[in-house]
């Protein structure tokens, strides 16, 4: 289709036969054409555009009392004219643009790259190493890139091509996407988030287009996870994908596809039911799971009891639940029954401020999750799980008491109830012993009183000095115990050295 542009009638304007679905951009926002036609009262060729971003439209596609189109959002459609519109241009032409360098072009012994002044010493070297053909890794980010260009070019131009981004970009469907990547038998990572693409009408037959593929990025594609599942069957290898932003709410099973995934990226998607998250628990290899931002308060494994490891996310190290709504220590228990969870992050969740200071939150988080090696991207130290889980037992000791527990193991029965909000809190006394009276600690209020620690000094070289008690607070430095030390003892500081003993731990001994 051809027509004439009425502000400029000696310029002739194309529209592709096939503009309808295409995608195009305009005044720096993307689209994807819905209507290609006249739009009365007024004269000449119209593009009815959905907008990737609703706010760049004025309506429905509705006009006068015509709907000329349908938008998933109520402002995200308007009108222009062709010749606002780009529809982009190849593969092969954005590569071109971004990438060679006319070398006959260059006099003098100097180049000119941007801002830069680049030296011409060992360019024959420098430009051989260079050659488009040697490129691995190729970013064609927001270039504009619409399709793959003449047959076979791309395999003759970028043959070595492992890593490909085509973020941004101007593809409409999964069937130009493959006329790329066909020609890229090594391409093992791709980025294809930002576009807009159609499902493809057979996805098995694309799959040798992607034969090779290991990790996906579909960041922003509106996209949903059934249209996922649907296009799965063309990529059979997949390892890692990333379909965060996409605004999925539900998740179905993977029936015969994804079973190759260590890592998946669900993040800022308002999926906010833990039930969901559980319909892909049978991936078999998945060791990394975001679910960062999607609005989850809760979670549940109900296939084992409390104390017990369940059968869902066999493989699964790696969880990321961070600036969720989860504010239930039940949550945590259920994270316990994971039975390979290395690392966790939840950083921003409700549960993270309900505690006094965030140390005493990360200590319970390390005692109720046994297998911890990080937490929130900082290591667990062997004499930092050991230190939070005797204060675990400490803290809880007296619940547990009164729950029915008792220090003699053939007495200790505590109730179901105590079992199910401390899992864990048997197998620690049998690894630890139970606490003593003087250690358990009483759940108070915040106040300077219920924070004074009984600290007892002993002499063991001043045999004639009585042992003396003091109540200091828990917040009190080292340097700070030194002067007080100084003051009762009339001992200078380098002079002083502490020990502390105590029935669970073996003496330390810290030069002050």
């Not at 003091?470 to 430095?477: A, E, G, V």
């Amino acid at each position: 289709m051809r027509i004439i542009n009425p502000e400029a009638p000696d310029m002739v304007e194309s529209v592709p036969s096939d503009a309808e679905r295409k995608r195009v951009t305009c005044d720096g926002e993307r689209g994807t054409v819905r209507y290609v036609g006249a739009v009365p009262p007024t004269t000449g060729v119209w593009l009815g555009v959905e907008w990737d971003n609703p706010e760049r439209g004025k309506h429905d596609g509705r006009h006068e009392g015509v709907q000329y189109f349908t938008c998933r959002h109520p402002t995200g459609g308007s009108f222009i004219r062709p010749q606002k519109a780009s529809f982009g241009v190849t593969y092969l032409v954005a590569m071109r643009q971004r990438y060679e360098v006319d070398l006959d072009a260059i006099t003098g012994e100097q180049l000119k790259i941007s801002t830069r002044t680049v030296e011409m010493i060992g360019f024959e070297a420098v430009s051989e190493k260079q050659k488009v053909a040697n490129v691995t890794a190729v970013s064609l980010r927001c270039c504009e890139v619409c399709g793959p260009g003449p047959e076979n070019e791309i395999r003759e131009m970028t043959p070595n091509v492992l890593s490909l981004d085509l973020s941004g970009n101007l593809l409409c469907c999964w069937e130009d996407v493959a006329g790329i990547t066909r020609q890229l038998q090594r391409l093992q990572e791709l980025r294809l988030g930002e576009n807009r693409l159609s499902l493809p009408a057979d996805p098995h037959s694309l799959a040798p287009a992607f034969a090779s593929l290991k990790v996906l990025d579909l960041k922003g594609s509106a996209i949903s996870w059934l249209e996922v599942l649907q296009c799965a069957p063309m990529w059979p290898f997949l390892e890692e994908m990333y379909v965060s932003d996409n605004c999925i709410t539900e998740l179905q099973k993977p029936v015969s596809v994804l079973h190759s995934l260590t890592v998946l990226d669900l993040s800022r998607n308002p999926i906010a039911d833990g039930s969901e998250i559980l319909k892909i628990a049978d991936l078999p290899r998945l060791e990394k799971l975001n679910l960062a931002e999607t609005g989850l308060s809760s979670l549940q494994f109900n296939d084992v009891c409390p104390g017990g490891k369940t059968a869902m996310f066999p493989a699964l190290k790696i969880l990321a639940l961070d600036d969720n709504k989860i504010s239930e220590w039940s949550v945590v228990n259920e994270l316990e029954k994971l039975a390979s969870l290395q690392q966790l992050s939840c950083h921003r969740n409700p549960l993270m401020g309900a505690e006094r200071d965030f140390q005493t939150a990360r200590q319970l988080l390390i005692a109720s999750i046994g297998q911890l090696e990080a937490l929130n991207k900082s290591q667990v130290t062997p004499e930092e799980r050991k230190g939070a889980e005797l204060d675990y037992c400490k803290m809880f000791g007296t619940k547990w008491l009164e729950s029915g527990g008792h220090r003699d193991s053939e007495q200790n029965r505590p109730s179901a109830k105590f079992t199910e909000e401390h899992p864990r809190f048997q197998f620690l006394i049998q690894k630890y012993g139970a606490p003593e009276d003087g250690e358990l600690k009483q759940q108070k209020p915040f106040a300077l009183k219920n924070q004074l620690l009984n600290i007892t000094f002993v002499c063991p070289d001043m045999a004639d000095r009585t042992p003396v008690q003091k109540k200091l607070p828990d917040s009190m430095t080292v340097q700070k115990v030194k002067g007080l030390l100084h003051r009762m003892l009339k001992v200078t500081g380098s002079e002083l050295r502490l020990t502390y003993t105590s029935s669970k731990i073996h003496a330390l001994a810290f030069l002050l």
